[in-house]
Nanobody, 122 residues
Framework: QVQLVESGGGLVQAGGSLRLSCAAS????????MGWFRQAPGKEREFVAR????????DTADSVKGRFTISRDNAKNTVSLQMNMLQPEDTAVYYC???????????????WGQGTQVTVSS
């Protein structure tokens, strides 16, 4: 049974930082690309960042480029999202997901976590 469990969300002031983590179990983690997505109330789920199975390749959405960084530790079966210079528009539920290839669209991801809330106050 595959499980992805996010942690690290919370309330932060604009300009602050948070680090999200996602712990994976029940799958051969090093064989999967990982992604972070987010969904704000009343909006579609959107791509935030992705990383290749080895961790050698990463990509972030234009809206977070230069502020967010994705990384992974295959020895610990974890993927992280470092979020700096947070803005109110970053407020959303953040999800980690696993896929066989590092795509930027949600439909490509087979396994999903339950999400963690990030709220940025102005």
């Amino acid at each position: 049974q595959v499980q992805l469990v996010e942690s690290g969300g919370g309330l932060v002031q604009a300009g602050g930082s948070l680090r999200l983590s996602c712990a994976a179990s029940g799958l051969t983690f090093s064989r999967y690309a990982m992604g972070w997505f987010r969904q704000a109330p009343g909006k579609e789920r959107e791509f935030v960042a992705r990383i290749t199975p080895s961790g050698a390749g990463t990509d972030t959405a234009d809206s977070v480029k230069g502020r967010f960084t994705i990384s992974r530790d295959n020895a610990k079966n974890t993927v992280s999202l470092q979020m700096n210079m947070l803005q109110p528009e970053d407020t959303a539920v953040y999800y980690c997901a696993a896929a066989e290839a590092p795509r930027s669209y949600a439909a490509a991801y087979r396994y999903w976590g339950q999400g963690t809330q990030v709220t940025v106050s102005s």
